[in-house]
């Protein structure tokens, strides 16, 4: 450690900022590399950082008619008693607690990408209200009991 006197504080401080903004270069330099084999840098220079942001993690607000349209379905329809509940139920939510609910389904916070919505997979053609919806992250699958 080199004492600093208070006449070269203004020099200090410069150093000191220029060593904290180099200091991550390297691996800033091999996620811009990586990146840019994804993207093409020319697309990647009209967009903003915020609008990278939510291209690659997706939207921090989860608004339900997005959420809508990044739906597909799998043995189900839209106006099938399970999935019009379940709209019901994510209409009524708040953007975090659909937040959460993407994190079941799909393992992330935003909606970057679809999630499906299957039918329940109950054995004996078995129905309850005490069967609880199923996920698969991995595929982005949700399993909607079929409720009486």
């Not at 006449?7 to 991550?24: C, G, P, T, V």
């Not at 084999?37 to 607000?61: F, R």
Request: hydrophobic letters at 35%.
């Amino acid at each position: 450690h080199i004492p600093v006197k208070y006449e070269d504080r203004k020099e200090f401080i410069q150093l000191a900022q220029r060593a904290r903004l180099q200091e991550s270069r390297k691996q800033i330099s091999a996620m811009k590399a990586g990146l840019v084999k994804v993207v093409p840098h020319t697309a990647l220079s009209l967009l903003t950082w915020q609008e990278i942001e939510k291209k690659i993690c997706g939207d921090p607000e989860i608004a339900i008619e997005d959420l809508k349209k990044s739906a597909e379905y799998l043995d189900l329809k839209t106006t099938d008693r399970c999935v019009t509940f379940l709209w019901e139920a994510l209409t009524n939510f708040t953007s975090e607690e659909r937040s959460r609910f993407l994190r079941f389904v799909t393992g992330r916070s935003r909606l970057s990408t679809s999630i499906i919505i299957g039918a329940g997979r109950l054995t004996n053609n078995e129905t309850s209200p005490d069967v609880f919806p199923e996920t698969s992250t991995c595929s982005r699958t949700l399993y909607l009991p079929d409720y009486p």
